[in-house]
């Protein structure tokens, strides 16, 4: 009823659990289901409200990132937030042969590749380019992790100089 112009849909990693069995205590990996894509897909279906996915660096390959971004190009999404993420107690394992993105310079990096049409496999087959309006955070405050504010101005152009086209 309020009419949003768009709404924000986070996201969150992988999650450590501990539940306590007769057995003793088992550690359990957990992800939120449904996940962001879903999320921001039934919105923007149901609600004709768009929305902002927020794609994260930690506990995701630059892999998985791009096939959820392949997703949410093919769905209709047209804007994303790339963001680090909070820390979580877990820390995912990155198989042989993948890697991933430990800034937001690097997502926000990554999803411009594939704004120009260039994935992380070039003969990936009817590769077209996306088409996504890039954010990213800021800190008018400084972020807790900076050491001092012009650091952080300092990273906030290059993560707008990488191709954030906005900052929230």
Do not use: W
């Not at 986070?10 to 449904?34: A, C, D, F, L, M």
């Not at 039934?42 to 997703?71: Q, S």
């Not at 800034?103 to 077209?128: C, F, H, P, T, W």
Request: hydrophobic letters at 35%; glycine letters at 8%; aromatic letters at 8%.
């Amino acid at each position: 009823k309020y009419n949003p112009p768009f709404i924000d849909v986070t996201s969150h990693s992988s999650q450590v659990i501990y539940e306590e069995t007769p057995t003793g205590i088992k550690k359990k990996v957990k992800r939120k289901r449904p996940g962001t894509s879903g999320i921001s897909v039934a919105i923007k279906n149901r609600y004709n409200i768009d929305t902002v996915p927020h794609i994260l660096c930690d506990g995701f390959t630059k892999e998985e990132t791009e096939d959820a971004l392949i997703e949410l190009n093919y769905l209709g999404i047209e804007n994303v937030l790339a963001i680090k993420g909070d820390d979580s107690m877990f820390k995912k394992p990155i198989p042989e042969g993948r890697s991933s993105n430990a800034y937001a310079l690097d997502l926000v990096k990554q999803i411009k590749d594939m704004n120009s049409g260039r994935y992380l496999e070039e003969d990936l087959m009817d590769a077209a380019p996306t088409n996504f309006c890039i954010g990213v955070g800021g800190y008018p405050e400084k972020h807790f992790g900076a050491p001092n504010l012009a650091i952080d101005i300092k990273y906030t152009k290059e993560k707008v100089d990488a191709g954030a086209e906005y900052i929230v």
